[in-house]
């Protein structure tokens, strides 16, 4: 955080007066500062805060870049909510409440600060006497919010993390690569906090002072909404907000394969052959770096690296014959030292630096370790041509791209627009990721595709897939890779995806046990990649162990339809396919310590074995009662188990009055039958909620005591114990069992 001697004309925001109002939005002033400070019914249970000078808050025409910026951020602009403004006149303080329901904002006029009520419960109080202030870096308006913690605020999201989920005591900074940060903060008292900008935000979650969040923000408007609700309703407003996700489509579901770097494609492709004689699922093949493809030397048309595949059209074809899909890295620039380099540097085309000249950043893996110019994306013809190009790919069978663009852009590096540090380090992944998308998806109807990226950054969410880290080949590595993916569902992020081991580095940590646990996790996941480094694959271990992986396969490809169905239920709920304990169980404190179990959808308790050995300790969250997979036996909520586990079981529960939809099994996404995606459907007690399926046709509705169901014919129905089925036509109907 910048030191307040960083910082000029520091002015606290301490008295505030009334100005006007209307059904959506009540305007005050800051009169000693000159600022005009505006609330916002955004949303029902959503609140928009902004300050800033009257003549930028009350432009009715905004530049066409901040037109731009604004949709970068928001997917819906216009306020929907309505307020109902009364004043607040008790001894010793005035101000003002502003109602939406159960849901009031209370402001007071001095010192100013707002609270935040839940029907009668206070549960969320900015800084008393600090909540607000405003100060001047290199004449960039700096915002200083204070916001107070008590014991019954755990925080969550804010981006990956492989520590608590709790994020007291944690400070990141948003255009930071290695802070890995997200802008979505919500505590499980009921609120959440969004600072709504591309510039830099500077949260302190209670590191410097303790019961105190702290966020610094570098923008000329002070911009935060302010969410109220269960975590649940939380995500489904920010997401509403800032955008949802894009559907992947089928075969992206099924099992990935990674091309171990230097392999040659031959030998990847022998390694797809050995998956198929075995069995063993597989649906897509990931090239590793260099990039295969990227510009000509002389010309702005792509061609392929001869000396990596030599006839493209030949080894999609391969591919294609054995029923797998590629994708490829691919990065948004140009090689130094080309033509082309040369050339769209005179163009204006590239990103440039102080002196005007188009900025060589250092060569990295998906380069060749060769120097390139970065592609000013900001321009509309720029991003027009790199998405063709890439569409011209995709249309000739290339199946999805995965491209990672976060770079650390020095300050000093300009765009075409003006944007430039912390706002270009913010913009740039945002831009290339949706170049990216558009490329493979955006002509279709609905738009499925997948684009590929570790980057996060403001709207990540909108994308798929969100890759996940590859750290190492021992427990730890396991365990990492699981708590990014829950702290980024925390964040909004629907998939993170998983890789099962790590070609960059040493195997020999990795026993048949690991591989199997690790195997076990992925399958109950939003989806996962083998790495085709010969230790790393299924081959290298024991008749025993491939057996096993044969099992576990199984069971991904039929939980296809249940996983896809969660990810086509995040575009209306914005809920990831990982969801943590205190995602989902926010009023049950004890859940949230049991951090790397996880409810796989609404349907399914996941409790991973993370260290060696047959016995899992269990947590079943209170308020619902538990279903075990392996047994059939049935447990109540707030209940502690140990489960023995061999390496053909995991620790599954199922939530009652919920079912689980399972297709057959199958090699690959081809194997599905469109007109009959489901074999047999499993239930958890009286079942009680439609089930989450892709194409879901299913509906529960229940009456006097029964649940009748449409959408089952023709489906295999594993009732719990104590129930009994009755087919009626279309309808079957679930009934105690007398």
């Not at 975590?231 to 579901?253: S, V």
């Not at 790199?386 to 590096?413: H, K, M, N, T, V």
């Not at 029964?706 to 089925?725: A, F, N, T």
Request: net charge negative.
């Amino acid at each position: 955080m910048p030191p307040k001697s960083d910082l000029a004309h520091v002015t606290q925001l301490a008295t505030l007066d009334f100005l006007t109002s209307k059904s959506t939005r009540a305007d005050f002033v800051f009169d000693d500062a000159g600022l005009l400070f505006q609330v916002e019914a955004h949303a029902p249970g959503v609140y928009r805060l902004r300050c800033g000078k009257a003549e930028i808050l009350q432009n009715d025409k905004p530049s066409s870049r901040a037109k731009a910026h604004a949709e970068m951020l928001l997917a819906r602009q216009d306020a929907v909510g309505e307020l109902a403004i009364s004043s607040i006149a008790e001894p010793a303080q005035y101000g003002w409440r502003l109602e939406q329901g159960d849901i009031a904002m209370e402001i007071l006029r001095s010192p100013f600060q707002i609270s935040v009520y839940r029907g009668e419960h206070c549960i969320f109080s900015s800084q008393a006497d600090a909540t607000l202030s405003r100060g001047e870096r290199a004449d960039v308006a700096v915002w200083r919010f204070g916001a107070e913690l008590d014991g019954d605020d755990s925080l969550h999201g804010g981006g990956e993390t492989t520590a608590e989920f709790d994020r007291r005591g944690s400070l990141f900074v948003s255009d930071q690569p290695r802070s890995r940060a997200l802008p979505l903060i919500w505590s499980t008292k009921g609120w959440g906090l969004y600072f709504n900008t591309l510039a830099r935000v500077e949260h302190d979650l209670e590191q410097s002072e303790a019961g105190l969040y702290q966020a610094i923000l570098h923008d000329a408007v002070f911009d935060l909404f302010v969410f109220v609700g269960e975590p649940a309703e939380i995500l489904n407003q920010y997401t509403a907000l800032t955008g949802r996700a894009g559907q992947p489509g089928l075969w992206p579901m099924g099992v990935w394969l990674d091309q171990a770097p230097g392999q040659p494609v031959d030998e990847t492709l022998a390694i797809v052959s050995e998956f198929r004689d075995n069995q063993w699922g597989l649906d897509a093949v990931n090239l590793s770096a260099p990039a295969p493809f990227g510009f000509q030397p002389d010309k702005p048309v792509f061609a392929w690296d001869a000396a990596r595949i030599a006839d493209a059209r030949d080894v999609l074809a391969r591919g294609q014959a054995l029923n797998v899909q590629f994708a490829a890295p691919t990065f948004p620039g140009v090689l130094r030292g080309t033509e082309l380099f040369a050339e769209w540097e005179d163009r204006g085309w590239l990103l440039i630096d102080d002196d005007g000249n188009a900025y060589a950043f250092p060569g990295n893996d998906v380069t060749g370790g060769q120097a390139f110019g970065l592609l000013d994306l900001t321009n509309k013809d720029v991003f027009k041509l790199w998405s063709e190009r890439l569409r011209q790919l995709f249309d000739e069978g290339l199946g999805a791209a995965a491209c990672d663009a976060q770079f650390d852009i020095p300050d000093g590096i300009t765009a075409r627009g003006g944007e430039s540090a912390a706002v270009l380090r913010t913009v740039y992944p945002l831009l290339a990721r949706q170049a990216l998308f558009d490329a493979v998806a955006g002509h279709k109807t609905p738009q499925e595709g997948v684009a590929c990226s570790s980057d996060l950054f403001p709207g990540a969410q909108r994308f798929a897939w969100q890759t996940g880290p590859r750290t190492g080949n021992d427990w730890p590595a396991l365990e990492h890779t699981l708590r990014t993916a829950l702290s980024l569902g925390d964040s909004g992020i629907p998939v993170q995806t998983h890789a099962l081991g790590s070609a960059l580095h040493p195997a020999a940590s990795m026993t048949p046990e690991l591989y199997i646990r690790w195997l076990a996790m992925c399958v109950f996941s939003g989806n996962f990649s083998f790495q085709s480094l010969p230790s790393l694959l299924p081959g290298a271990f024991d008749a025993g162990t491939r057996e096993l992986v044969r099992h576990w396969l199984q069971w991904r490809y039929r939980l296809i339809p249940y996983v896809l169905g969660i990810i086509e239920d995040a575009v209306r709920t914005g809920l990831p396919v990982q969801r943590s304990m205190a995602l989902a169980f926010p009023a049950d404190p004890v859940a949230h310590a049991w951090d790397t179990q996880y409810l796989l959808g609404p349907a399914l308790l996941v409790a991973p074995a993370l260290k060696s050995g047959t016995q899992v300790q269990v947590y079943l969250p209170e308020g619902d009662a538990w279903w075990d997979l392996n047994t059939g036996w049935r447990y109540e909520g707030g209940t502690t188990l140990t489960v023995e586990a061999g390496l053909d079981t995991l620790p599954l529960f199922g939530r009652e009055g919920h079912m689980l939809c399972l297709g057959p099994t199958a090699q690959h996404s081809g194997d599905f039958n469109s007109a009959r995606i489901l074999e047999e459907v499993w239930m958890f007690g009286m079942p009680e909620h439609s089930p989450v399926v892709m194409r879901n046709k299913i509906r529960v509705m229940q009456m006097q005591g029964s649940s009748y169901i449409k959408g089952l014919e023709g489906l295999r129905i594993l009732p719990s114990e104590g129930l009994e089925v009755k087919r009626r036509g279309a309808e079957v109907r679930i009934s105690r069992a007398r």
